[in-house]
Each structure stands twice: as structure tokens, then as C-alpha cells.
């Protein structure tokens, strides 16, 4: 299965708190786990990315923690500000393909 | 240093009507890629380079898409007799070592709209 299946599909929150995207998969030969932030009428941009052989990383308020027995993922924003409001993207990719799986999307709405 | 950029950045085609969409990726990488990002989709991957090797075309849509990068830096992805289903955002994004699971950065992308 080549899926990576995200959710919510959109998401409020108040300024200051914790945003949540969670993702999963079903390929276990997926080996790369990147995180995208793409704004209107811009291409994604790269926020973080994990590898399978560890739990959790963090980068400023950015967050990727991955539960390898589960094939799941999420993306945590602490301290969400308003201009985190956009639409994010997880990704998954096999090392020898190269090319990205990306789930559906979250648009992320932070209210001031 | 510049990004990925792509021209145009917008293009509307009549249906039955040729187009090519232009990829200049970030100089030096080797590695660029094409996806298709229809409305409030994630991206889908169509065709990966390698330098001027076409490594990987298996997700373009049809044979009327097309894709080349004569020399290794500027790619061209050309749809023929375009049809309604293929408007859509088309990215282009590049990377230095894909080997090691190296990011692709992407350009702004290409809005397609074929009436």
C-alpha cells in the first residue's frame, strides 16, 4: 500500500495553544517521514523531517513524534501563532525511490 | 541563494491545446522532480531526473504527458492536447542528495487551467 492517510482535515486553534496533525501509513518500507508547510500560491516548504530509528524530534516549536509499531506520525505546534495558519502536508518516501508520498492535507487555522 | 523558480506561473489552455511548463531547479542539484497538486489535495509524484536520466515517469497520468531535461538543470514537462482533468497546480522540486533521503525543495508551481 503506497497511502499515507492525514487527519483532521482542518484544524482551529486559539493562539498560544497545541496544534496536532496526525498521519499514517501502511508501507513499513518507508523510511523518510518529511513534514510540509505550504502557504496559498506558494510551493511546500520543508518544516522537519524523522527517520524511523528514532521517536521523537524536535526543531523550535516544531515537533514529529513516530510510533513505529503503529506506522503513525504527528506533527506538533506548540505555541501556535497565527502566522502558522496554513497548510501542512506529511510525506513518506523509501529509500532507492526518492519520490514522496504526501497525505491530503490539514489546513491549520490559528485564531489571535 | 535563489530557489526553484517555474514559469509560467499561470497558464490557462483551451482544451486540444499543446502546453509546457518550465522547471529551473537550484544549481547544483541533481535530482528534480514533478508532481500534480490538484485543489485541496496533497502533491502526486508524476516523473523524477536524475541528472538528464528519467529515472522514474510511473506516475505520469497519460501518454500525453512529457517530460525532459536535455542537460541535466532546466527540466520542461509538456501535456499535449490538454483536457479538463489536467488543470491543476504542477510543482516542481529539487534535491542535492536523494540517495540519503535529502529534502526536495520546491518551487511555486505552475496553475493549470484548461477551459
Known amino acids: 500500500q503506497q497511502q499515507v492517510k492525514q487527519s483532521p482535515q482542518s484544524l482551529i486553534v486559539q493562539k498560544g495553544g497545541i496544534s496536532i496533525i496526525n498521519c499514517a501509513y501502511e508501507n513499513t518500507a518507508f523510511d523518510y517521514f518529511p513534514w510540509y508547510q505550504q502557504f496559498p500560491g506558494k510551493g511546500p516548504a520543508l518544516l522537519i523531517a524523522i527517520r524511523p530509528d528514532v521517536s521523537e524530534k524536535k526543531e523550535g516549536r516544531f515537533t514529529i513524534s513516530f510510533n513505529k509499531s503503529a506506522k503513525q506520525f504527528s506533527l506538533h505546534i506548540m505555541d501556535s501563532q497565527p502566522g502558522d495558519s496554513a497548510t501542512y502536508f506529511c510525506?513518506?518516501?523509501?529509500?532507492?525511490?526518492?519520490?514522496?508520498?504526501f497525505g491530503t492535507g490539514t489546513r491549520l487555522k490559528v485564531l489571535a | 541563494g535563489a530557489g526553484v523558480s517555474q514559469s509560467p506561473r499561470y497558464k490557462v489552455a483551451k482544451r486540444g491545446q499543446d502546453v509546457a511548463l518550465r522547471c529551473d531547479p537550484i544549481?547544483?542539484?541533481?535530482?528534480l522532480f514533478w508532481y500534480q497538486q490538484a485543489l485541496g489535495q496533497g502533491p502526486e509524484f508524476l516523473t523524477y531526473f536524475q541528472n538528464e536520466a528519467q529515472l522514474d515517469k510511473s506516475g505520469l497520468p497519460s501518454d500525453r504527458f512529457f517530460a525532459e531535461r536535455p542537460e541535466g538543470s532546466v527540466s520542461t514537462l509538456k501535456i499535449q492536447r490538454t483536457q479538463q482533468e489536467d488543470s491543476a497546480v504542477y510543482l516542481c522540486a529539487s534535491s542535492l542528495r536523494p540517495h540519503l533521503g535529502g529534502e526536495q525543495y520546491f518551487g511555486p508551481g505552475t496553475r493549470l487551467t484548461v477551459t
Open positions: 510525506a513518506a518516501s523509501k529509500s532507492g525511490t526518492y519520490k514522496y508520498i
Open positions: 544549481s547544483g542539484h541533481v535530482s
